[in-house]
């Protein structure tokens, strides 16, 4: 049986560098080489998992068709290397240690002290392995190659149980499988313009010095190293120059995998895996193209993200990413313009007009609105009257997951003339529920308990827009992640008043996809 190959991806100096993407574009990179290749993303949080965090906190909670709430990462992962990953594949601290306590109470340890060493870094070097065998490109048996990201940074204290289970772990699998790549920055001093080496020597010394030896540097950096900052990297930090790799500032992360393609990454990787010659040269040539024609359009398509956690645009990365393939596959260059929903409502023009009249003239001069999913009531009523603008002015609307909620909601206020109506999750007592808990879910537990995961929509006639943006399909599958619904008692009456449940689950009860076309 061939040996599984491993490559780990950690990061120093500070967070943020673009760990997730470097990692994507390597198993992209050796995807296109001709190997199959799997990936896990560690999370040192004690969370079990990304699902009840504030995305202000964490950015984006990732959804998996087996309805796993993971890592933002995940989803660059799925994207880059066209995977289906399991909720598996993102290891937490949470995760590890109920998996280890579960153990305890069954008396599996058979009277052992149970210690972080040697039983929580034998759980995580186990986890990999198992999970590392999962085959996720929809072929039999498991993949050559593993990429591994491990968040956070070098030196946070709650990193340090991954960082001993992954030395013990590189020894374990032996040398020839198991290479480490550490991505650090090399930042550039204004006052002088010189490019200083200080910060990653520090963290690869630091890296060093907790067991772990890098064989490949990726340093983050405004523009290319020269040459002898590379030399200097080299003999401080014990990497050959041929393994020092710059990720230099791109118009899009679509040149991440180009970057490294030029610089030879793939090469110094397999030589690392003792690898044979490889099997392929990595093409990249849709990626070539697609990074060449992002940089030259120039005709905007403006397009209003009005959402609740719109001063991170992590929180809403997979819209980003979606919203981009769309401009470019339609050449247009993408302008999102976030919009507070709490800026639309009347409460800000009474304490703050300027807002206010910044968030309108965002939204009056958008050319499509999206609402996207969120939770609590603030900016609801935002929420409601950007659909209410886009649907009176005939501007192209998408709501997705809450977004649809509102569009039902202002939908039944104005057209049908229910003036309360409401989902029971902003008011409980309405009078017109057009949307509401669902009976299957939990109101005592938030973490794991929602709608999740990948579920069947059919669609329930052949001959309208949805049906043809999805390519003429009588049935999909997508991913969910929601605890309300609209109301199925209140569907005729919708639909009486022009709004169309195009798509719904497989009992027909349970409102999918909903167009509006006036």
Not at 224 to 238: G, R, T
Not at 380 to 385: E, N, T
Not at 391 to 397: A, G, M, Q, T
Request: glycine fraction near 10%; include cysteine.
């Amino acid at each position: 049986m061939k040996k599984m190959k491993y490559v780990l991806v950690t990061g120093g100096v500070v967070s943020g560098l673009g760990k997730g993407v470097t990692a994507s574009s390597i198993g992209l990179l050796l995807k296109e080489c001709g190997l199959r290749v799997t990936s896990i993303k560690i999370d040192p949080y004690l969370n079990k998992d990304a699902g009840t965090m504030s995305p202000f906190e964490h950015g984006e909670v990732f959804v998996l068709d087996d309805g796993g709430e993971v890592d933002l990462d995940l989803g660059n992962y799925e994207r880059f290397l066209d995977v289906q990953l399991t909720s598996d594949n993102n290891i937490t601290t949470g995760k590890i240690y109920q998996f280890v306590l579960d153990k305890e109470r069954k008396g599996d340890y058979l009277g052992k002290t149970v210690q972080v060493v040697p039983h929580i870094t034998d759980a995580i070097q186990e986890w990999i392995e198992r999970v590392a065998m999962i085959p996720v490109d929809g072929k039999e048996g498991p993949a050559d190659v593993c990429v591994i990201e491990l968040g956070g940074t070098i030196g946070d204290i709650e990193s340090m149980p991954f960082i001993e289970a992954l030395g013990q772990f590189s020894c374990r699998v032996g040398v020839g499988n198991f290479c480490l790549i550490h991505v650090s920055l090399v930042p550039v001093l204004n006052v002088v313009g010189e490019q200083k080496t200080k910060p990653t020597q520090h963290s690869v010394r630091g890296l060093r010095g907790l067991g772990l030896t890098p064989n490949i540097l990726a340093c983050r950096s405004t523009m290319a190293l020269d040459d002898n900052v590379k030399e200097k990297l080299s003999q401080f930090c014990h990497v050959s120059a041929e393994h020092i790799i710059t990720l230099y500032d791109v118009p899009n992360i679509w040149h991440i995998p180009l970057l490294l393609r030029d610089q030879k990454a793939h090469e110094a990787i397999f030589k690392v895996l003792n690898l044979p010659s490889i099997t392929e040269e990595p093409s990249l040539m849709e990626w070539t193209t697609r990074a060449a024609i992002c940089d030259k359009l120039h005709e905007p398509v403006r397009i209003a993200i009005v959402g609740k956690y719109t001063g991170l645009s992590d929180t809403y990365l997979s819209i980003l990413k979606a919203l981009l393939h769309a401009s470019v596959a339609c050449g247009k260059k993408l302008i999102v313009d976030w919009v507070p929903a709490s800026d639309l409502e009347d409460m800000t023009e009474i304490e703050n007009l300027d807002a206010y009249k910044a968030a309108w003239k965002l939204l009056k001069s958008a050319d499509g609105v999206l609402v996207p999913g969120g939770f609590g009531d603030r900016g609801v009523q935002g929420k409601i009257l950007a659909a209410k603008h886009a649907r009176e002015n005939r501007i192209p609307f998408l709501g997705i997951c809450l977004g649809m909620q509102v569009a039902v909601i202002e939908f039944a206020r104005s057209v049908l003339g229910l003036k309360d109506a409401n989902s029971t999750e902003f008011d409980p007592s309405t009078r017109n529920p057009c949307v509401i808990f669902m009976p299957e879910g939990s109101k005592t537990h938030k973490g794991g308990t929602m709608r999740l995961g990948s579920r069947r929509t059919h669609f329930q006639v052949s001959d309208c827009k949805s049906v043809k943006l999805y390519g003429n399909r009588r049935f999909i599958d997508e991913r969910h992640r929601h605890r309300y619904e609209v109301n199925p008692d209140m569907v005729a009456r919708l639909e009486n008043a022009g709004l169309s449940f195009t798509g719904k689950d497989q009992t027909g009860q349970r409102m999918e996809v909903l167009i509006l076309c006036s």
